[in-house]
């Protein structure tokens, strides 16, 4: 281990060095909006003692290999507006710079209303935005350089981490409280997306007595990429979760909601609406087959269910269904994937409405058509027809494959590839390799090894994932999220250590969305009354600054990893991940503000930091909501996933379900039955 060195350089700052890297730490803090420095400063062994007359600053250093950790005191006398600071230099320029879930290399790609920093522009970001608390982190000439900082205990103390590079040196500074400039985003781009810069300070009378931990981590190789200080990060926070029991129990909650608010049946229709408010008026009047709906895969599920229970609502609802998506496929192969209720027709997509073939929807239906078959086979009630659907879209890939092996995002109806750009084109490769195990034919997984080629070249190997969620356009989770699968069903098929260790460099992007920390809320808020924690969470986009229980999912993926590499500490993540998502499900003991019929639901949306869809003075920080059909087909299909293939993680069986029928439901489903006629828009 390369030793540290401390040095004074004047009176407000000292210089450390350990190995290549050299650190400038200045000392002030802001009273009244002016900065002040100290009168003195000292060192001692590892200790330096700041004066600011009779106010002090007191750090304490201490070195482990490549991480410094500074636990800081302030006591501050007097009266005033005061906002403390932390603050490091190092004589670089950044080769790339992320804030996780926030800032990834300035936000190269996409469209919309959402900050793309740049390092000279002086950006900051609040704690409370970032899945690693005021946390930055660059690549210089030396290697990667990580700066962040214990998680606030109250709202009041939430931080805020600024990077800006001026004559070639980097300075971060984390404010305390917060203070994010030059703007801050605030909500979608059709309500003005970027806000003013906000600014806050401890108000004190009679001085202010503060600590603090703060980390500085690194790895001295030029080659190395952020992605190696992940794990050392997590060590640092070493945050807390909760092992479960009781997944079986939580499991019958959420299908009870699908069968009882979700499932709807008519002359020309079967399926599960894709989004329903109170009174079971439907908000987004659809039934779709992926993205915010993913029918086939709640289908999945439910057979899955079935086979528990020997309840058989769940199959008829599961095979009804599926029997109804077949009627999307168009005679070339490929797919529509949402129907319209108001307007009984079929789209490509809900919003707009989009008349082409959404790449990523169709082949989450395809994935799960062949899987609900490979299942349904086993018991003797597979029909054919869901595999021929399947099949024919692979065909159709196979057949039309882009010279790059990039399947793109849109394709027209007679299927020509309107827009090749996205990850979406990578969800393709996930049937192909099912059909590939199933029927053994070399064709699908020539084309999924081709189409995986295009997206290490151009995602994995640039750390640029963007465009997968369908209602933004941004660096996204879901796109590394749909690449990792993709590596990881390859490796399984082909045991190619080059798949894996893409699907590790994979893994580790898609880390940088999941939050290490618990955010504090206030009690008088929704989630800070229920004391909801925030680790294993994970953040939706660039553009869409809030936490979502996806992470049931990427559980999965990041198990799969642990036992692919032995290393520990993929399983820690899944077991956070899943410790999160366990919370929030409406029971009759807290039915999250509805009536006693929507038991199991789940919200899509919690607001962790200052961001809403539509309103921050109605919702935003502290708050949750939305009632969306993808939120138990994904966190049930993990479920079931996981204990299929990590019985030692999660064993449960559905021992039964609560098919309700009350006077209220009966009652909201006539309004439901009136909204599907209405509601033409959505």
Same mark, same amino acid.
């Given at each position: 281990m390369n030793l540290m060195q401390i040095e004074k350089k004047n009176d407000t700052q000292i210089e450390i060095s350990s190995g290549e890297r050299g650190l400038t730490l200045p000392y002030f803090f802001y009273k009244d909006g002016k900065k002040i420095t100290p009168d003195d400063l000292r060192l001692k062994d590892n200790q330096i003692f700041c004066?600011?007359? +009779?106010?002090?600053?007191?750090?304490?250093?201490?070195?482990?290999?490549? $991480?410094?950790?500074?636990?800081?005191? /302030?006591?501050?006398?007097?009266?005033?507006?005061?906002?403390?600071?932390?603050?490091?230099?190092?004589?670089?320029?950044?080769?790339?710079?992320? #804030?996780?879930? &926030?800032?990834?290399?300035?936000?190269? %790609?996409?469209?919309?209303?959402?900050?793309?920093?740049?390092?000279?522009?002086?950006?900051?970001?609040?704690?409370d935005r970032l899945g690693i608390p005021s946390c930055s982190i660059i690549r210089d000439s030396k290697g990667p350089l990580a700066v962040f900082t214990t998680?606030?205990?109250?709202?009041?103390?939430?931080? *805020?981490?600024?990077?800006?590079?001026?004559?070639?040196? @980097?300075?971060? #500074?984390?404010?305390?409280?917060?203070?994010? %400039?030059?703007?801050?985003?605030?909500?979608? =781009? =059709?309500?003005?997306?970027? *806000?003013?810069?906000?600014?806050?300070?401890?108000?004190?009378k009679n001085g202010l007595k503060y600590s603090r931990k703060f980390y500085i981590t690194w790895k001295e190789d030029p080659e190395a990429s952020y992605h190696e200080l992940l794990k050392e990060i997590w060590k640092k926070l070493d945050p807390d979760w909760e092992k479960h029991d009781d997944w079986g129990r939580n499991s019958e909650h959420r299908i009870n909601h699908v069968i009882n608010n979700l499932y709807v049946e008519r002359e020309d229709a079967s399926g599960l609406i894709t989004a329903v408010h109170r009174g079971l008026i439907p908000v987004t009047n659809t039934i779709s087959g992926g993205f915010v709906g993913k029918n086939p895969?709640?289908?999945?599920?439910?057979?899955?269910? =079935?086979?528990? $229970?020997g309840e058989e609502k769940l199959k008829e609802i599961s095979f009804k269904v599926l029997d109804f998506f077949t009627e999307a496929q168009l005679p070339n192969g490929l797919l529509l994937s949402d129907y319209q209720l108001a307007r009984e027709k079929w789209?490509?997509?809900?919003?707009?409405?989009?008349?082409?073939?959404?790449?990523?929807?169709?082949?989450?239906?395809?994935? #799960?058509?062949?899987?609900?078959?490979?299942?349904?086979?086993?018991?003797?009630?597979?029909?054919?027809? /869901?595999?021929?659907?399947?099949?024919?879209?692979?065909?159709?890939?196979?057949? #039309?494959?882009?010279?790059?092996?990039?399947?793109?995002?849109?394709?027209? %109806?007679?299927?020509?590839?309107?827009d090749p750009s996205s990850t979406n084109g990578s969800y393709v490769i996930w049937p192909l390799v099912k059909l590939y195990k199933l029927k053994g034919s070399e064709k699908y997984l020539e084309a999924a090894e081709k189409a995986m080629e295009y997206h290490i070249e151009k995602s994995v190997d640039k750390d640029l994932y963007w465009g997968d969620a369908l209602d933004s356009n941004c660096i996204d989770k879901e796109g590394g999220h749909s690449i990792l699968r993709s590596l990881i069903l390859l490796h399984d098929v082909t045991e190619k250590e080059r798949y894996l260790e893409k699907a590790k460099k994979t893994a580790n992007y898609v880390l940088?969305? @999941?939050?290490?920390?618990?955010?504090?809320?206030?009690?008088?808020?929704?989630?800070? !009354?229920?004391? &909801?924690? @925030?680790?294993?969470? @994970? $953040?939706?986009?660039?553009?869409?600054?809030?936490?979502?229980? =996806?992470?049931?999912?990427?559980?999965?993926?990041?198990? !799969?990893?642990?036992?692919?590499?032995?290393?520990?500490? /993929? +399983?820690?993540?899944?077991?956070?991940?899943?410790?999160?998502?366990?919370?929030? &499900?409406?029971?009759?003991e807290d039915p999250l503000g509805f009536p006693e019929y929507f038991e199991g639901w789940q919200p899509e949306q919690l607001g962790q930091t200052e961001w809403d869809y539509l309103s921050n003075a109605l919702w935003g920080r502290g708050h949750f909501k939305s009632i969306i059909s993808w939120v138990p087909a994904l966190t049930l299909g993990g479920f079931f996933d996981i204990r299929e293939d990590f019985p030692e993680i999660m064993d449960f069986e559905i021992e039964e379900i609560n098919e309700r029928k009350s006077g209220r439901l009966k009652a909201a489903k006539k309004l439901r039955k009136l909204g599907m006629r209405l509601n033409y828009f959505v």
């Open positions: 004066r600011f007359g +009779k106010s002090e600053i007191i750090d304490e250093i201490r070195q482990d290999e490549g $991480s410094l950790e500074i636990e800081r005191n /302030w006591k501050i006398e007097g009266e005033g507006k005061i906002q403390l600071s932390f603050q490091i230099k190092t004589p670089e320029k950044p080769e790339s710079w992320i #804030n996780p879930c &926030v800032n990834y290399n300035g936000n190269p %790609k996409g469209e919309g209303d959402f900050p793309k920093p740049k390092p000279g522009e002086g950006w900051s970001f609040r704690e998680p606030a205990k109250t709202e009041n103390e939430i931080s *805020s981490v600024e990077t800006v590079t001026k004559n070639s040196e @980097t300075v971060f #500074n984390i404010r305390v409280p917060l203070t994010e %400039k030059p703007k801050r985003h605030t909500g979608k =781009y =059709y309500l003005n997306g970027l *806000s003013g810069k906000k600014e806050k300070h401890f108000k004190i895969e709640i289908c999945h599920t439910l057979y899955k269910a =079935y086979l528990d $229970s789209f490509g997509l809900h919003f707009s409405p989009h008349e082409g073939c959404s790449t990523r929807m169709m082949s989450e239906m395809a994935y #799960n058509f062949i899987r609900t078959y490979n299942l349904a086979k086993k018991h003797g009630e597979a029909k054919e027809k /869901w595999l021929k659907m399947a099949e024919d879209f692979c065909d159709f890939m196979v057949r #039309n494959q882009p010279e790059d092996g990039n399947y793109g995002r849109w394709w027209s %109806k007679d299927g020509e590839l309107k940088t969305w @999941t939050y290490f920390y618990d955010v504090p809320f206030s009690d008088d808020t929704p989630l800070g !009354k229920r004391d &909801v924690t @925030t680790t294993g969470a @994970t $953040s939706v986009s660039a553009a869409h600054h809030h936490l979502d229980p =996806y992470g049931a999912a990427i559980a999965y993926d990041w198990l !799969k990893l642990w036992k692919k590499t032995g290393d520990e500490v /993929w +399983k820690e993540y899944a077991l956070a991940a899943l410790d999160f998502v366990h919370q929030l &499900v409406s029971t009759e």
